[in-house]
């Protein structure tokens, strides 16, 4: 089993950046593909990137793709989750995920293991 406690986030101005970052427990950090989702009030939670147990096959959405960069530390059991250029439209609650069955996963239902969630708020 997986407990994944998130750190970052916060308030910030439109076209600022947030580093999220996610520390797993246990010694078997290394076998989980790692994801970040989001959602915004109203809305589904919706699927943003995802890094294979290695780092080597990364995924992201269209949405965020050229701002956001997903990367992992395996020494240190944490994945981060890079933020640049915000947006109002970004704002919303961000959550990490671990699955130990899937290479890359991009839909929330593969994921067995969430983290707590954290706010995000880009202000215009």
């Known amino acids: 089993q997986v407990q994944l406690v998130q750190s970052g986030g916060g308030l910030v101005q439109a076209g600022g950046s947030l580093r999220l970052a996610c520390a797993a427990s246990g010694r078997t950090f290394s076998r989980y593909a790692m994801g970040w989702f989001r959602q915004a009030p109203g809305k589904e939670r919706e699927f943003l990137a995802a890094?294979?147990?290695?780092?080597?096959?990364?995924r992201y959405a269209d949405s965020v793709k050229g701002r956001f960069t997903i990367s992992r530390d395996n020494a240190k059991n944490t994945v981060y989750l890079q933020m640049n250029s915000l947006k109002p439209e970004d704002t919303a609650v961000y959550y990490c995920a671990a699955d130990r069955t899937t290479v890359v996963p991009t839909t929330k239902d593969e994921y067995d293991y969430w983290g707590q969630g954290t706010q995000v708020t880009v202000s215009s």
């Open positions: 890094v294979s147990w290695s780092g080597a096959i990364i």
